[in-house]
């Protein structure tokens, strides 16, 4: 019995382990090495399936969106006739503005084009250029009007459809009726490029302009102002408040108090709570009871202030937390009153982790959409927001709207504005691990 046995000295029994063969301890450690070998093949295979995934979307949104960065423009010889344009030969900005420059570009397009003579024909030809051109024939003659009265070679936009076409994204095989342009202006187009019209630049348009109807004149501009506006009140208002209530919460606050345990429990799950939640929260108390202006940046800030303050606190607490007890001790221990401790010491060595959290925080406020598509931020805005109470939208809101729309070439900038945004979400996680390393301390 005792040596199957072992008796402990309170008289307790229990089994002595069996000694295991030596063919059998073999057995026993090939399976736990087998089973590693699995785990790492499962992890791998995990890790490699991520960033497939990862390239797959990525090489996605970029193939869909690098064509938007560049943009089709024709050459048309414009006869800038001064009778139209300043007849009174006055150079008066107004009377150059008002003038018929639609006309001067379509008889531009009539003296290319000899042989086409019917008005059918002729209105297609007219779709060759977009309704942005007049403008830009404008602004040129505006800059420089000593070519008044002369032929200038003016550069201007294509239609939409024609820079698509130009860029392979409309197949010329398929059959007329399955595409959105005809053989004659393929004809035309094709013609156009033999002589050197067709050409194309890097659009700047895109970083220039709001928001239009017409694909190839629309821009995010307007949509990274209200951006802009909206993340610096976010940052004036949840930073001080976050990190402030997270060093009261840590520091001075009651470690055994039922109000500072509500408190903790409500942070940590308004951290989790939808943001769609904390929409509906700011339709509710910035529209509808303050009767703050639809659609502006404040509100937008206001709302993403309440969803970005639990992220702040909890980051902040983290890293009050990860300072070792000892250094609260030893500047405690020569004299240092208690916000002498946490301001001089404890602090500068969170600070790294704080700042990261912030960042973070603020980045994930930057790539928000749902709770600003509730307050009225996803209204067509054409001009440029000139301060926090304009009306504006920000950079998800206007990728929301691209997607939503039907034109083919706003697709293209659907993945040119995700481009934008994930180089602003990239350029802040990197400078979150920047400014970590800058001001992390060893100790």
Do not use: C
Request: aromatic share 6%; no cysteine.
């Amino acid at each position: 019995m005792t040596d199957a046995v072992n008796v402990a000295p309170g008289g307790m029994v229990w089994p002595r382990p069996r000694r295991l063969g030596a063919e059998e301890q073999a057995r026993h450690t090939g399976k736990r090495y087998a089973a590693e070998s699995r785990f790492k093949m499962v992890g791998l295979a995990a890790v490699l399936t991520s960033m497939g995934l990862l390239v797959l979307l990525l090489s996605t949104i970029v193939g869909q969106g690098f064509t938007a960065f560049w943009q089709t423009s024709l050459s048309l010889d414009v006869n800038l006739d001064a009778a139209e344009i300043d007849p009174q030969g006055t150079r008066n900005p107004q009377d150059i503005m008002a003038a018929n420059y639609a006309g001067l570009i379509n008889d531009a397009l009539y003296a290319k084009f000899p042989e086409v003579t019917s008005r059918s024909d002729r209105r297609d030809l007219r779709g060759l250029v977009s309704v942005g051109a007049p403008g830009q024939v404008a602004q040129y003659v505006l800059d420089n009007p000593d070519v008044i009265g002369t032929t200038q070679r003016v550069t201007v936009l294509t239609d939409d459809v024609v820079d698509q076409f130009v860029k392979g994204k409309i197949d010329r095989d398929l059959p007329e009726s399955a595409r959105p342009i005809s053989d004659q202006t393929i004809g035309w187009i094709d013609r156009l490029e033999q002589d050197g019209a067709i050409s194309s630049n890097f659009n700047t348009l895109l970083f220039e302009n709001g928001d239009s109807r017409e694909p190839e004149l629309a821009g995010i501009w307007g949509a990274i102002v209200g951006s802009f506006w909206m993340m610096i009140i976010v940052l004036a208002l949840a930073v001080p408040i976050g990190v402030s209530a997270a060093i009261y919460l840590e520091e001075f606050a009651p470690k055994k108090s039922k109000l500072v345990d509500l408190i903790e429990v409500n942070i940590n799950n308004l951290a989790a709570v939808p943001s769609i939640v904390f929409g509906l929260l700011g339709l509710a108390v910035f529209l509808n009871t303050l009767h703050l202006p639809r659609s502006a940046p404040l509100v937008g800030a206001l709302t993403i202030t309440l969803m970005t303050l639990p992220i702040i606190v909890v980051a902040t607490r983290a890293a009050l937390r990860a300072v070792p007890p000892s250094i609260r001790d030893a500047a405690l221990g020569v004299g240092a009153s208690k916000i002498q401790t946490v301001g001089h010491h404890v602090l500068p060595l969170a600070l790294p982790g704080i700042m990261t959290g912030t960042i973070i925080g603020m980045a994930h406020a930057l790539g928000e959409t749902a709770p600003l598509i509730m307050i009225g931020m996803v209204a067509f805005i054409v001009d440029i927001p000139s301060g926090p109470l304009s009306p504006a939208t920000v950079l998800p809101v206007q990728i929301y709207i691209w997607a939503d729309s039907p034109e083919r070439a706003f697709a293209e900038r659907t993945a040119a504005g995700i481009i934008v945004l994930l180089a602003f979400l990239i350029t802040m996680n990197a400078l979150a691990v920047i400014l970590r390393k800058r001001f992390e301390r060893k100790w």
